[in-house]
Nanobody, 126 residues
Framework: EIQVMECGGGSVQAGGSLRLSCAAS????????LGWVRQGPAKGREVVAA????????YYDRTVKGRFTISQDDAKNTLYLQMTSLRPEDTARYYC???????????????????WGQGTQVTVSS
């Protein structure tokens, strides 16, 4: 069974940093990408970053590129999202998600993701 569980959210002032973690299990050989998806209040879900499980290739939404870094630690079965230069518009609930990637193959498309954590809240104040 594929399971993902995220933690590390919190409140921070604009310009600050946070690091999110996701414990992932049961996904090897069945998941192509692991990603971080966020949903702000009254907003749809958007994939901000993804990483290919096979070779570590990363993908970023233009709104976070250069500020966020996605990485994985195979030994710990953990996915990370390092967020820097945070802005109030980054305020959202962040989800760790997994995508089989056997169809359209768009790692930044939320429709690719089928397995979700419960989410962790990130609040950035001005």
């Amino acid at each position: 069974e594929i399971q993902v569980m995220e933690c590390g959210g919190g409140s921070v002032q604009a310009g600050g940093s946070l690091r999110l973690s996701c414990a992932a299990s049961g996904y090897r050989n069945s998941i192509r990408w692991l990603g971080w998806v966020r949903q702000g209040p009254a907003k749809g879900r958007e994939v901000v970053a993804a990483i290919a499980t096979a070779d570590g290739t990363t993908y970023y939404d233009r709104t976070v590129k250069g500020r966020f870094t996605i990485s994985q630690d195979d030994a710990k079965n953990t996915l990370y999202l390092q967020m820097t230069s945070l802005r109030p518009e980054d305020t959202a609930r962040y989800y760790c998600a997994a995508a089989p990637g056997s169809g359209a193959l768009f790692p930044l498309s939320v429709h690719e993701y089928e397995y979700w954590g419960q989410g962790t809240q990130v609040t950035v104040s001005s």
